[in-house]
């Protein structure tokens, strides 16, 4: 079974838990949701297999979820459910599919859990944070 990351190339936590699986020597499925978009049995299936509510996936910043009155305690989870496959933004990312199980990887040191392998150190993220050590240690 391949790995697959459901990913945004403009968001910078996606593209650190892609370097991050590419540098353990594995190259994913990409999907780009954005352009892809979602369906509802999709996002269900997803949303279950990480052990994560509609709600928790939800992006609140950078998305509609205000304009939209999805931010409010009385939404259920059909309804944002309906507004993500609407609005494809309103999904959180990256989440990521492996053999080892499937998580929504926000912080992305999340994904090192996923692998069969830690990539070699030293690691960092984009913005220099080193989250492996030389040694192959992790500092999350």
Not at 52 to 58: C, M, N, V
Not at 61 to 66: E, F, I, L, R, V
Not at 78 to 85: C, E, F, G, K, S
Request: net charge negative; aromatic share 2%; proline share 9%.
């Amino acid at each position: 079974m391949s790995i697959v990351i459901h990913h945004n190339p403009d968001c910078g936590t996606s593209r650190n838990v892609l370097a991050i699986l590419r540098a353990a020597g594995e190259e994913p499925v990409v999907i780009e949701y954005l352009a892809e978009g979602w369906t509802r049995p999709q996002l269900l299936g997803l949303f279950a297999a990480a052990g994560i509510t509609p709600r928790e996936a939800l992006r609140e910043t950078k998305s509609p979820a205000a304009e939209l009155g999805l931010l409010e305690p009385g939404v259920d989870d059909a309804a944002l459910i309906a507004a993500m496959v609407a609005h494809p933004v309103l999904v959180n990312r990256p989440i990521v599919c492996t053999p080892k199980g499937v998580r929504l990887c926000r912080p992305s040191e999340r994904v090192l859990d996923l692998l069969d392998r830690l990539p070699p150190g030293p690691l960092c993220k984009e913005d220099g944070q080193m989250i492996l050590t030389e040694k192959g240690e992790r500092l999350d």
